[in-house]
């Protein structure tokens, strides 16, 4: 581990950086993977090029998009497991994954 790591509290926050400059580093379009909706404003740490990846259609949401990791491993920013995607579906994608799914005993019990 490098003196930063050692620093470093929350990993989550970390990983979610990191997978942010990945998206941008690599031009995917700043739009959902699944419903195709972007935001209205871009985001505040939006690259210079951002306007290329900033798809003008379907410009509704008011919450900023957020990076998803497809192995939810917040360590692993590999291109080919992150996307964009916005609250909603980043919440429903987690749900199908297992990722906070809980059982009907957890619920009522």
């Known amino acids: ?6 620093k470093i ?3 989550r926050s970390t990983g979610r950086r990191k997978a942010r400059r990945e ?7 700043y739009k959902c993977a699944d419903c195709g909706k972007t935001t209205i404003k871009p985001p505040m740490d939006a ?9 003008e259609d379907r410009r509704i949401l ?3 998009l957020q ?6 491993d917040y360590t692993v920013n590999d291109i080919q497991f992150l996307n964009w995607r916005c609250v909603s579906c980043h919440k429903k994608h987690d749900l199908s994954t ?5 059982t009907i005993e957890e619920r009522y019990f």
């Open 1 to 6: 581990m490098t003196k930063d790591e050692d």
């Open 9 to 11: 509290k929350d990993w």
């Open 23 to 29: 998206l941008y580093l690599n031009y995917v379009d």
């Open 47 to 55: 690259p210079k090029h951002f306007d290329e990846i900033w798809p």
């Open 62 to 64: 008011s919450s900023q």
């Open 67 to 72: 990076a998803d990791h497809e192995t939810k």
């Open 98 to 102: 297992g990722k906070g799914e809980t």
